[in-house]
Structure formats: C-alpha cells, structure tokens
C-alpha cells in the first residue's frame, strides 16, 4: 500500500498508537497532527513521529490520504463539519469512536458519504494520552469499520488493507448494527458497572463494611467503573437509544430474576443461571479489548515475617518487575492469600514458573 500524508486531529492513546504504528511500517509516510494541547504536539514531532512542531490549521490537512478524527465523539463531529471543503475528493476521512450512528448522520446531511469510512478500534488502557500509547495496542483486537451507503468497494477494500497492517483484525458492519451491539457488550456494562457501585456507596454502614469486605466477584463486575466519567457521558448521550432499549430489556430481565427468587423458583434460577454459564464460557477473550489485560497470579503464603519480601527478592533477582501486590483478605471467591500483578504475559509466564521450582503454590485466573 502507497502512502504519502496521514493526518490526526487528536493524538491521544488510540490517535498516538495507530500513528506510531504507521510510522513503524512506511518509513517514508509524512504524518502531520493538532490537538488540544500544544505540548502534545511539541512531545510528538520532538520524538520525530510528526512532521509539524505547532498546532496545524484545517486547510494543512488538504492533500493527505487519509484524515483520522481521534477525538470525543461530539467533537469529532465539529471536525467533520470544518473539514468539509477544505481536503481534497482523494481524502478518506475516518474517525475511532466508539459510537456511529451521530457521525454518519451527520456526513449524510454534509454529503460527504463518499469520503468517510467509520472506524472504531476495540482497543484501550486505563491510561490516557500520548505517552501511554504505543504501536502495538492494536495488535489482535477487532477494529469495526461502518462504510456509508456511498463508499466504493475499492475504497474500503483499502482501508482494510490499512487496518490490517495495523495488527488489527478488521470487521465490516453497519453503523446501527455496530451501536447496538456496542451498547450491549460495552455501553450497558459500563452503566452497570457504575449503578452497582453506587448502590454499595449508598448502602454501605458507617463503618464501611460493605466496602471493607468487597471480594473478587464485585472487584471484577466493577472494575469498567473506574473509567473516566466524562468520556461515559458523551458515550452514553450518544448512543442514547440503543442503550435505553437495552436497560428496559436487562430491567425486565432483572425484575424476572426478582420474582423467580421471591417465589423460590430454583429450577427457573438454575435454568437462567446455567444458560448465562454455558454463553459466558463460550465466548472467545481476545488480548486487546476496551480495557488493558490484567496479568495476575494468586499464591499461598505462610504467615511469616518476610515472607513478601522473600517473593519479591525472587522475582527481582530474576529481573521480573512487580507491577501491584496485595494481599487477599476476602477469599470467598479467591484461591491463594497473595495477589501479584505482573507488566506482561511474558512476565506472568516467567514468574509462575519460577515460583513453582521454588514450591509455591500458585493460582492462575
């Protein structure tokens, strides 16, 4: 694939990765970028990833091959809107939210089907901005592509091709499709995730029991709700319809959950329960998703003085970095009392197999 000009109006976690993956694989592609802050492009162009060392104006995106809005997804549209009349008809415009359906609305009512392709890579960390990025996030996550009614075959064809190179594994849907399906596997969790917390928050004693005692299973349902807050917003008003019809069904889902348990129906319990086991278990979990992949061992461990610094002087004579460690004081639904959070799955990996040779006993999730 030829390459000459990509752009990036925004250059954060997703933006900085796809462009210092591009610039990995065509040595000689120009990548110019603006973003809300001047010192993310100064930091950009100073480690030699862009070709701009200030802020650029609309009209200096004009000839590139492909403009990529990395933006919040409202903003992403006010982008859309200053672009039109300002590339060339050659310029394929693309953007990476994570909602469609307000975006190719809106390049309906600009005309400008015929230049965009919708894009939304299932990638992330809990981390933000161009220093957190890197030019394998993508690597092995679905990267969603929603061409418009007016995008030629050869034109996504291409963008394929792109998305590919990117280590990505590209899937073509509808934009309706794609924010419905969303909604469900992403939006809707998140919602959860957040009103469950709360509900605990506004439950709990004075003492703090609730929270004090919080174990793995709600560690795990919750863990989306440390997500930034005003991101879910913009997703939420966004994709508002999909992800209401979504609530109604799970609140309907949830009042029948209620009456099977008040009415002591364990048969309908188990049935529901069993039917949500096998579906769970037969889902595929990819490396890269929507939050970073958490690689982690539990372990059994004498209590003894210096017995965490026992396994850590192990790992660290080994070189493996540590990067959290806990100890588990809730185990209903936890094998071993010390939890070890390493960087990578090379790390995890290592790290296993050293301490079984030095007899612990270790518990991988």
Same mark, same amino acid.
């Given at each position: 694939?030829?390459?000459?000009?990509?752009? #990036? +109006? *925004?250059?954060?976690?997703?933006? =900085? &990765?796809?462009?210092?993956? /591009?610039?990995?694989?065509?040595?000689? %592609?120009?990548?110019?970028?603006?973003?809300?802050?001047?010192?993310?492009?100064?930091?950009?162009?100073?480690?030699?990833?862009?070709?701009?060392?200030?802020?650029?104006?609309?009209?200096?995106?004009?000839?590139?091959?492909?403009?990529?809005?990395?933006?919040?997804?409202?903003?992403?549209?006010?982008?859309?809107?200053?672009?039109?009349?300002?590339?060339?008809?050659?310029?394929?415009?693309?953007?990476?939210?994570?909602?469609?359906?307000?975006?190719?609305?809106?390049?309906?009512?600009?005309?400008?089907?015929?230049? #965009? +392709? *919708?894009?939304?890579?299932?990638? =992330? &960390?809990?981390?933000?901005? /161009?220093?957190?990025?890197?030019?394998? %996030?993508?690597?092995?996550?679905?990267?969603?592509?929603?061409?418009?009614?007016?995008?030629?075959?050869?034109?996504?064809?291409?963008?394929?091709?792109?998305?590919?190179?990117?280590?990505?594994?590209?899937?073509?849907?509808?934009?309706?499709?794609?924010?419905?399906?969303?909604?469900?596997?992403?939006?809707?969790?998140?919602?959860?995730?957040?009103?469950?917390?709360?509900?605990?928050?506004?439950?709990?004693?004075?003492?703090?029991?609730?929270?004090?005692?919080?174990?793995?299973?709600?560690?795990?349902?919750?863990?989306?709700?440390?997500?930034?807050?005003?991101?879910?917003?913009?997703?939420?008003?966004?994709?508002?319809?999909?992800?209401?019809?979504?609530?109604?069904?799970?609140?309907?889902?949830?009042?029948?959950?209620?009456?099977?348990?008040?009415?002591?129906?364990?048969?309908?319990?188990?049935?529901?329960?069993?039917?949500?086991?096998?579906?769970?278990?037969?889902?595929?979990?990819?490396?890269?998703?929507?939050?970073?992949?958490?690689?982690?061992?539990?372990?059994?461990?004498?209590?003894?003085?210096?017995?965490?610094?026992?396994?850590?002087?192990?790992?660290?004579?080994?070189?493996?970095?540590?990067?959290?460690?806990?100890?588990?004081?809730?185990?209903?639904?936890?094998?071993?009392?010390?939890?070890?959070?390493?960087?990578?799955?090379?790390?995890?990996?290592?790290?296993?197999?050293?301490?079984?040779?030095?007899?612990?006993?270790?518990?991988?999730?």
């Amino acid at each position: 694939m030829k390459l000459n000009k990509i752009g #990036f +109006i *925004g250059l954060g976690l997703i933006g =900085g &990765s796809i462009a210092k993956r /591009l610039k990995v694989l065509y040595k000689d %592609l120009t990548i110019i970028a603006t973003a809300g802050h001047l010192s993310t492009i100064e930091a950009a162009y100073a480690e030699g990833l862009i070709a701009n060392n200030a802020l650029c104006d609309i009209a200096d995106f004009y000839d590139c091959d492909y403009i990529f809005l990395c933006t919040p997804v409202q903003k992403n549209i006010e982008y859309l809107r200053q672009l039109k009349g300002h590339i060339s008809d050659c310029c394929i415009i693309t953007d990476v939210g994570s909602v469609k359906s307000d975006i190719h609305r809106e390049v309906i009512a600009l005309g400008m089907e015929h230049q #965009f +392709i *919708g894009g939304h890579p299932m990638a =992330g &960390s809990e981390k933000t901005g /161009l220093d957190s990025s890197r030019d394998s %996030l993508l690597e092995n996550a679905y990267y969603i592509i929603t061409p418009t009614a007016r995008s030629e075959e050869s034109v996504v064809a291409s963008f394929k091709e792109l998305v590919e190179s990117l280590g990505a594994i590209p899937m073509v849907l509808d934009y309706e499709l794609h924010d419905y399906a969303t909604a469900a596997i992403s939006h809707l969790p998140h919602v959860i995730a957040y009103t469950l917390v709360n509900l605990v928050r506004e439950c709990d004693d004075k003492n703090e029991t609730m929270k004090t005692i919080a174990a793995g299973g709600f560690k795990d349902i919750t863990r989306i709700a440390s997500s930034s807050p005003v991101m879910w917003e913009n997703i939420c008003l966004s994709n508002k319809e999909p992800l209401i019809k979504l609530i109604d069904t799970y609140v309907a889902m949830l009042k029948k959950t209620r009456n099977d348990i008040l009415a002591e129906d364990g048969s309908a319990l188990t049935s529901a329960f069993s039917q949500a086991k096998d579906y769970r278990d037969s889902i595929t979990i990819h490396r890269n998703g929507v939050l970073k992949p958490i690689y982690e061992l539990y372990m059994d461990l004498l209590d003894e003085a210096g017995g965490i610094a026992t396994v850590a002087t192990i790992l660290a004579s080994n070189r493996l970095s540590i990067k959290n460690i806990g100890i588990i004081h809730n185990r209903e639904f936890e094998d071993g009392v010390l939890r070890l959070e390493m960087y990578d799955q090379e790390s995890l990996d290592s790290a296993i197999a050293l301490l079984n040779r030095h007899h612990y006993t270790i518990y991988k999730r």
